[in-house]
């Protein structure tokens, strides 16, 4: 499969089927992303939370493509309420679609939606797909049941949040990886707005002192998985 990288919390999925998802696809208000909402197709949108910055352009690529949302209960009824496909779930569950399996998991954060009509939980987002788990963590703070996640996913790749102010920073996500032991580990949320600045390089810098693994993407670059 293929995983792109448009900045910010940000990401397409393509399987090896030509099924595409989204993640999070804040881009059109987004002055680091390098597509726009109208340059992207989904058949599904994963959302980790309902802010600004994750719920981002769902409404008009998901009314445009017709794409599935999977997302939180009380996200999902909001996302319904305005007239777009969604499938609930809450945390600790988890649902076959037909790309993979998504189980939800706790993230340390809020969900108000942009004009607060919807106040749900923030959660992180476990991917299995292709006989791979990725970890996409939304937007949360440092918290030790990371380790169970770790003892019970051998994650492949984990997008954490390196920004702080909003989320973790540095030294927490690099505590985060020694937690989950990912095989690799791409920094997201950061930079892009003065309050989340920070240094990827350091950051790949401390996770390989531990024995870790980073990728630091470009705003626009696509790997395989
Ligand atoms: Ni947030
Ligand atoms: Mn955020």
């Known amino acids: 499969m293929k995983l792109r990288y448009f900045s910010h919390s940000a990401f397409q999925i393509t399987t090896d089927d ?17 597509v726009k909402a109208a340059d992207v197709e989904a058949d599904f949108i994963l959302l980790t939370h ?16 017709n794409s599935l949302c999977i997302c939180e209960n009380e996200l999902a009824n909001y996302i319904v309420s305005k007239g777009v496909r969604a499938h609930n779930m809450h945390i600790g569950g988890s649902h076959e679609f037909g790309f993979g399996r998504v ?51 051998r994650v492949n790749l984990m997008l954490a949040p390196i ?39 350091l950051f790949k810098q401390k996770v390989e002192q531990q024995g870790g693994s980073c990728q630091v993407l470009a705003y626009g670059q696509e790997i395989t998985l």
């Open 163 to 201: 920004g702080d102010n909003f989320t973790m920073g540095i030294e927490d996500a690099v505590k985060a990886c020694e937690f989950v032991k990912p095989d690799m580990v791409i920094p997201i949320h950061y930079n892009t707005f003065p309050v989340i600045e920070t240094d990827p390089a």
């Open 18 to 34: 030509g099924q595409r998802i989204l993640i999070d696809p804040f881009l059109d208000g987004n002055p680091t992303s390098p």
């Open 103 to 153: 189980k939800l998991t706790q993230a340390l954060h809020g969900s108000t939606t942009p004009d607060s009509e919807c106040h749900g939980s923030a959660t992180g987002i476990l991917l299995y797909i292709q006989n791979r788990i990725i970890y996409h963590m939304g937007d949360t703070g440092l918290f030790s049941d990371l380790k169970l996640i770790g003892e019970m996913n």
């Open 50 to 65: 309902g802010h600004g910055d994750h719920l981002g352009d769902t409404l008009s690529i998901a009314t445009r493509c």
